[in-house]
């Protein structure tokens, strides 16, 4: 696929609208997290020291298509601000009156902030007029945002055929350069580690990645949905009953095409997520009727980590257990050590396990985290992303 660069637009004073992903997390109005303004800074200071007018845009919570001040934009422009060092103006709207002139008496070297994308029905409805609407306020479009590149929404996908130029930012070059790499040439032996709750959302992945892999781990929940499928006993634990005939299905798929799946052998249980203390129990011996498995166990760890000695590209979304109680988050630690460890490509994609690796200080690490969970797992999925698609010459 064929994306511009940011670094091959005409930006130099023309108006930039850049789609940023500033869906961070917010307490008492106040941003908590700002890696995601973080990641956008490159491209941010690549367009103002070309003298370009910059126009950002993102959407904040789920306002569901009308003004809602407590996902107003105004934190993040005051944090953009300190990191920029520059005052930042916004706008009361994503589109009308306001934003227009706001956007039309923009100076070289400008910033101007949109409010909530997602304050506007037309957004996730990608209505054709509200993408016209912002377009018209820009001569150049920049897409930055790789966490909302599987929607297609008006300003990620809708608004592209109406603005003179089109291209890619820094951070959405990274995330597609790292991804396509896994997915068309990966250095082998690739290892993937899936985990998380539910075999339904990475059923897709698993069959995609059976055309590249070498070795599968599974962990967390959905692990325990494929121990059940192979009759072992899991007492009150997760397991998604109509997908058992499915995972038997993906374990002899596995077989025959000579890729290990790993399971767990061992298992932490406790009685509720926020338990104080845990009991290990081997798979075989199965877990008490009243108990619940919530975490791999040492041994498991043990086979895992050995896994991924060897491994030279390494691809893991999702955590071993419920890694947010520190009694049950030994196993997700010890894979993130794994991981860590490893001397070949890692890649991290998204969600629970971008917060594990940053729980385990180990992400300086890692050759990629990705900041999309759902983008990076539809395209390990081998599906074409909306807002790459839009961007494609």
Request: with cysteine.
């Amino acid at each position: 696929m064929s994306i511009l660069s940011i670094k091959e637009l005409p930006i130099a004073g023309k108006k930039v609208f850049i789609r940023v992903d500033f869906n961070v997390p917010l307490k008492d109005s106040k941003v908590t997290d700002s890696t995601r303004i973080d990641a956008a800074l490159p491209t941010i200071r690549f367009a103002l020291e070309k003298g370009a007018k910059v126009i950002l845009a993102s959407h904040l919570g789920r306002p569901k298509g009308k003004p809602d001040p407590k996902y107003s934009m105004e934190p993040v422009g005051a944090v953009l601000a300190e990191k920029l060092g520059m005052d930042i103006i916004l706008a009361d709207a994503p589109v009308g009156d306001g934003p227009f002139k706001l956007a039309n008496e923009l100076k070289d070297g400008q910033v101007l902030l949109l409010e909530n994308l997602r304050w506007h029905p037309g957004e996730e409805g990608n209505d054709e007029s509200f993408s016209k609407a912002l377009a018209s306020m820009a001569d150049v479009y920049v897409n930055d945002a790789f966490g909302t590149a599987h929607r297609a929404h008006a300003s990620t996908a809708g608004m592209i055929p109406h603005v003179e130029e089109a291209g890619a930012g820094f951070l959405m070059e990274k995330e597609v350069k790292f991804f396509e790499k896994l997915l068309s040439a990966p250095e082998k032996p690739f290892v993937a580690i899936l985990g998380g709750a539910k075999v339904s959302d990475k059923v897709g992945v698993i069959k995609n990645l059976m055309n590249l892999v070498d070795k599968i781990l599974i962990g967390g929940a959905m692990a325990n949905t494929f121990l059940a499928a192979q009759g072992h006993h899991l007492g009150n634990s997760k397991i998604e009953e109509d997908k058992l005939n499915l995972c038997r299905e993906l374990i002899d798929g596995a077989k025959a095409r000579n890729i290990e799946l790993i399971l767990p052998v061992d298992l932490k249980y406790a009685n509720s997520l926020d338990a104080t203390e845990t009991t290990t129990v081997a798979v075989i011996k199965g877990v008490p009727s009243d108990q619940m498995a919530l975490d791999i166990g040492p041994e498991s760890a043990k086979i895992f980590a050995k896994a991924l000695s060897d491994a030279q590209t390494i691809f893991w979304n999702g955590p071993m257990g419920v890694f947010e109680n520190p009694v049950l988050a030994e196993g997700t630690m010890a894979v993130a050590k794994a991981v860590a460890d490893n001397k070949g490509i890692t890649v991290i994609g998204g969600g629970d396990s971008v917060a594990a690796i940053n729980k385990a200080g180990l992400s300086d690490k890692i050759s990629h985290i990705s900041t999309g969970g759902g983008a990076s797992l539809e395209m390990m999925e081998g599906i074409s992303l909306p807002g790459l698609v839009a961007l494609a010459r």
